[in-house]
């Protein structure tokens, strides 16, 4: 979902096609299908490249806002449909949680939603066969057995062709083909009477209906069918799917189908099947009313979503006479299946057999010989087989039970001393009834039941298991489909609405040379992680992975949401670059680490000087205290009346600070006897010539 509008972003060559491609593919281009990458070349050119080149391309500033007014909702807005299988020997987990196996042969209808004024009517109908018996050996044919016992039917049904239609659409059959008939196309697939094949062009639109074909495994045994109008999408798989190829043992495919269905929320169903008001929905909002075998009770309350198929849902009395009567139509079948009256019970599911009749615009297609693939069944089966001890008897869960029980009680504990009539009869129900290691089927099975009832039924370990991890499989990719409905306080009433799980688009700009990986894996949910890598001639830069979370708040517990965390934006730089970066930050280093030690060296000298310099001017200071700071304005000669503390006296400093030098020195008057006999009287002193002893030379 991170649609990135760049035509440079790089898609993966050994895949078929790349989500994060910046272009539009057509339907069906990733997993599981796999179709190769195709642009319609007028609606890319509307919708991505205009866009593209007018918001942003052309602009002179980068595309945040493009991408912000145009980013896809991805799947934020999307409501997840309402799912149900039918798969293996009558195996069923409808729409609305309600799981069973049936059997019953004959044409059901699968899916019948009447027209409104908002919806079509859709039509889908299931034909269901007995399987054969696959002991019988054909290698005996002409020998010891006939052609009419080729074909020995069990009393396990599969599912042997679809047909389905809406109004104003054509009408599509999906059939297996017969017996010694499944080599080279495993299915036959038939739209208005004409067999249609998908070899070259995996991908075909008809009125209404969109066909796919995933054709990776060879015979076209993996088939989706769309109803575009009423948005109802079929899973049609021959066999599982199965690669007989590389089952050394087969020769040919088991000749059985399972189907997947979807039905949408705009048919009031509900993903997690719950029916909570729903027939006050249905009359104020003018719903249909959705029923067929994948919906059998539409009036009841579904059934518990955690509960699992237990032996009691086996062909249990308690239903399956119901749904014989409100689903079979009249006519198919063996003659013992139905016995209501028509018109009393199903009243409201149509009567017609889609298989046996057409349209008045296909009819003249009836001559075609393919017309009988569809009309006639796969495994026919002689006439004795429908009557008398051969017919169809529904084995019940109590009745599996009791035959693996006996069946491995013969094996491991083979009586002895047997009359010779008691030992012909163990032997004969052994042959007729007992799979061929019933011991081997309870420890590989355990206590799922749709895989101890198709292991016992048709005696083959592999579509035992198959079932198995289809029956697991579905109910994995159930619950998460669900597991994003929550509740929602309105202001009437308490809703649970369902919304995705999703977190949307990475709001980042999508830079040249990058590329999102995985590629064929959903980006956008729950625990999802995407990743950004670029070519291999660049290095990706920023944040590359991203994961999809939920944000809780505490507070609120019914309130959260989902977000990419938070990182930097993803972009690639060329490898030449990288290295011309890397070089260059080596040569500036050791440039720097240079400079930085000529920086400290010259400032240790800076400090050395200042320190020096310092030293010298303190040496010349002048000893403000032995300084005559008094102003005179005219210099006398002391007198020897006054005191001589304030004589003016000098003295300077050494330059050697010892405590010898910084004593004061004594003053005199002179410093010799010639400049004491120079001295002449003072002025300011009258008479001072006759002072005793001033002319004297003491």
Same mark, same amino acid.
Request: charged share 20%.
């Given at each position: 979902?991170?649609?990135?509008?760049?035509?440079?972003?790089?898609?993966?060559?050994?895949?078929?096609?790349?989500?994060?491609?910046?272009?539009? *593919?057509?339907?069906?281009?990733? *997993?599981?299908?796999?179709?190769?990458?195709? @642009?319609?070349?007028?609606? %890319?050119?509307?919708?991505?490249?205009?866009?593209?080149?007018?918001?942003?391309?052309?602009?002179?500033?980068?595309?945040?806002?493009?991408? #912000?007014?145009?980013?896809?909702?991805?799947?934020?807005?999307?409501?997840?449909?309402?799912?149900?299988?039918?798969?293996?020997?009558?195996?069923?987990?409808?729409?609305?949680?309600?799981?069973?196996?049936?059997?019953?042969?004959?044409?059901?209808?699968?899916?019948?939603?009447?027209?409104?004024?908002?919806?079509?009517?859709? $039509?889908?109908?299931?034909?269901?066969?007995?399987?054969?018996?696959?002991?019988?050996?054909?290698?005996?044919?002409?020998?010891?057995?006939?052609?009419?016992?080729?074909?020995?039917?069990?009393?396990?049904?599969?599912?042997?062709?679809?047909?389905?239609?809406?109004?104003?659409?054509?009408?599509?059959?999906?059939?297996?083909?017969?017996?010694?008939?499944?080599?080279?196309?495993?299915?036959?697939?038939?739209?208005?009477?004409?067999?249609?094949?998908?070899?070259?062009? $995996?991908?075909?639109?008809?009125?209404? /209906?969109?066909?796919? /074909?995933?054709? %990776?495994?060879?015979?076209?045994?993996?088939?989706?069918? %769309?109803?575009?109008?009423?948005?109802?999408?079929?899973?049609?798989?021959?066999?599982?799917?199965?690669? +007989?190829?590389?089952?050394?043992?087969?020769?040919?495919?088991?000749?059985?189908?399972?189907?997947?269905?979807?039905?949408?929320?705009?048919?009031?169903?509900?993903?997690?099947?719950?029916?909570?008001?729903?027939?006050?929905?249905?009359?104020?909002?003018?719903?249909?009313?959705?029923?067929?075998?994948?919906?059998?009770?539409?009036?009841?309350?579904?059934?518990?979503?955690?509960?699992?198929?237990?032996?009691?849902? /086996?062909?249990?009395?308690?239903?399956?006479?119901?749904?014989?009567?409100?689903?079979?139509?009249?006519?198919?079948?063996?003659?013992? *299946?139905?016995?209501?009256?028509?018109?009393?019970?199903?009243?409201?599911?149509?009567?017609?057999?889609?298989?046996?009749?057409?349209?008045?615009?296909?009819?003249?297609?009836?001559?075609?010989?393919?017309?009988?693939?569809?009309?006639?069944?796969?495994?026919?089966?002689?006439?004795?087989?429908?009557?008398?001890?051969?017919?169809?008897?529904?084995?019940?869960?109590?009745?599996?039970? =009791?035959?693996?029980?006996?069946?491995?009680?013969? =094996?491991?504990?083979?009586?002895?001393?047997?009359?010779?009539?008691?030992?012909?009869?163990?032997?004969?129900?052994? +042959?007729?009834?007992?799979?061929?290691?019933?011991?081997?089927?309870?420890?590989? !099975?355990?206590?799922?039941?749709?895989?101890?009832?198709?292991?016992?039924?048709?005696?083959?370990? &592999?579509?035992?298991?198959?079932?198995?991890?289809?029956?697991?499989?579905?109910?994995?990719? $159930?619950?998460?489909?669900?597991?994003?409905?929550?509740?929602?306080?309105?202001?009437?009433?308490?809703?649970?609405?369902?919304?995705?799980?999703?977190?949307?688009? &990475?709001?980042?700009?999508?830079?040249?040379?990058?590329?999102?990986?995985?590629?064929?894996?959903?980006?956008?949910?729950?625990?999802? @992680?995407?990743?950004?890598? !670029?070519?291999?001639?660049?290095?990706?830069?920023?944040?590359?992975?991203?994961?999809?979370?939920?944000?809780?708040?505490?507070?609120?517990?019914?309130?959260?949401?989902?977000?990419?965390?938070?990182?930097?934006?993803? #972009? !690639?730089?060329?490898?030449?670059?990288?290295?011309?970066?890397?070089?260059?930050?080596? @040569?500036?280093?050791?440039?720097?680490?240079?400079?930085?030690?000529?920086?400290?060296?010259?400032?240790?000298? !800076?400090?050395?000087?200042?320190?020096?310099?310092?030293?010298?001017?303190?040496?010349?200071?002048?000893?403000?205290?032995?300084?005559?700071?008094?102003?005179?304005?005219?210099?006398?000669?002391?007198? &020897?009346?006054?005191?001589?503390?304030?004589?003016?006296?000098?003295?300077?400093?050494?330059?050697?600070?010892?405590?010898?030098?910084?004593?004061?020195?004594?003053?005199?008057?002179?410093?010799?006897?010639?400049?004491?006999?120079?001295?002449?009287?003072?002025?300011?002193?009258?008479?001072?010539?006759?002072?005793?002893?001033?002319?004297?030379?003491?």
């Amino acid at each position: 979902m991170q649609t990135p509008y760049q035509p440079v972003i790089k898609t993966q060559k050994e895949y078929f096609y790349n989500p994060g491609y910046p272009l539009r *593919a057509y339907e069906f281009g990733t *997993a599981p299908y796999m179709g190769q990458f195709e @642009v319609p070349g007028l609606s %890319v050119f509307h919708h991505d490249y205009m866009p593209y080149f007018y918001c942003c391309k052309f602009a002179d500033f980068r595309c945040q806002l493009f991408y #912000w007014r145009r980013p896809s909702s991805a799947c934020q807005e999307y409501q997840p449909p309402a799912t149900g299988q039918a798969s293996g020997a009558g195996t069923f987990y409808t729409i609305d949680n309600d799981k069973f196996i049936f059997n019953e042969p004959g044409v059901f209808n699968f899916l019948y939603i009447p027209q409104t004024i908002r919806t079509p009517e859709v $039509r889908i109908q299931i034909r269901m066969e007995r399987y054969p018996n696959r002991k019988v050996d054909f290698g005996l044919l002409g020998r010891y057995i006939p052609q009419s016992d080729l074909v020995q039917p069990t009393n396990a049904t599969v599912i042997t062709g679809i047909a389905l239609e809406a109004t104003g659409t054509d009408r599509v059959h999906v059939v297996t083909r017969k017996d010694t008939r499944r080599f080279r196309y495993r299915t036959d697939i038939l739209v208005g009477n004409i067999l249609r094949y998908f070899d070259t062009i $995996r991908l075909q639109r008809f009125r209404g /209906v969109l066909i796919y /074909v995933n054709n %990776v495994i060879r015979g076209q045994p993996e088939i989706y069918v %769309v109803l575009e109008e009423a948005q109802i999408g079929v899973k049609i798989r021959e066999s599982y799917a199965l690669d +007989i190829d590389r089952l050394s043992m087969y020769q040919e495919s088991m000749g059985m189908l399972d189907i997947q269905l979807s039905v949408p929320p705009q048919y009031g169903v509900r993903p997690d099947g719950d029916k909570t008001r729903e027939q006050q929905y249905r009359l104020l909002y003018n719903l249909p009313r959705v029923s067929g075998l994948m919906r059998p009770f539409p009036e009841q309350t579904s059934g518990a979503l955690n509960l699992g198929l237990t032996l009691n849902d /086996v062909n249990s009395a308690s239903y399956r006479q119901q749904i014989i009567n409100n689903f079979q139509v009249l006519g198919s079948g063996e003659s013992t *299946a139905q016995i209501n009256t028509a018109g009393v019970l199903n009243q409201e599911m149509p009567s017609d057999n889609m298989f046996t009749t057409s349209t008045e615009e296909d009819k003249q297609f009836d001559v075609f010989p393919e017309a009988n693939s569809r009309a006639n069944p796969v495994f026919k089966t002689a006439p004795i087989y429908e009557t008398g001890p051969f017919r169809f008897v529904p084995q019940t869960g109590a009745d599996i039970l =009791q035959i693996l029980n006996t069946c491995r009680d013969l =094996q491991n504990n083979q009586p002895t001393n047997l009359q010779p009539y008691q030992a012909i009869t163990s032997l004969q129900y052994g +042959i007729q009834h007992c799979p061929d290691d019933p011991a081997q089927i309870l420890n590989d !099975c355990g206590d799922n039941i749709p895989c101890l009832f198709d292991y016992t039924l048709m005696n083959s370990k &592999i579509l035992a298991q198959e079932e198995e991890d289809e029956w697991n499989t579905f109910l994995v990719e $159930r619950t998460d489909a669900i597991r994003q409905c929550r509740l929602i306080i309105n202001e009437l009433h308490l809703n649970k609405v369902c919304s995705d799980n999703s977190c949307g688009a &990475i709001n980042i700009e999508y830079p040249e040379y990058m590329m999102k990986t995985p590629a064929l894996a959903s980006g956008y949910l729950q625990g999802d @992680v995407a990743r950004f890598d !670029c070519y291999q001639s660049h290095w990706i830069k920023g944040d590359h992975e991203y994961k999809c979370g939920i944000v809780v708040d505490y507070n609120r517990p019914n309130s959260y949401r989902y977000e990419w965390n938070k990182g930097e934006q993803p #972009w !690639c730089r060329s490898r030449v670059k990288e290295n011309y970066f890397k070089w260059i930050a080596i @040569v500036f280093g050791f440039v720097g680490c240079l400079i930085a030690i000529v920086l400290v060296f010259v400032l240790f000298w !800076c400090i050395k000087q200042r320190r020096l310099q310092e030293q010298r001017q303190y040496g010349t200071y002048q000893n403000k205290g032995f300084t005559n700071d008094m102003g005179t304005a005219s210099r006398r000669a002391p007198s &020897i009346r006054d005191d001589l503390s304030e004589a003016p006296r000098t003295a300077t400093m050494p330059a050697r600070g010892t405590p010898a030098t910084l004593e004061p020195q004594r003053l005199s008057p002179a410093s010799s006897a010639t400049d004491l006999r120079s001295r002449g009287a003072p002025p300011s002193i009258p008479g001072g010539g006759n002072l005793l002893g001033l002319n004297t030379s003491v």
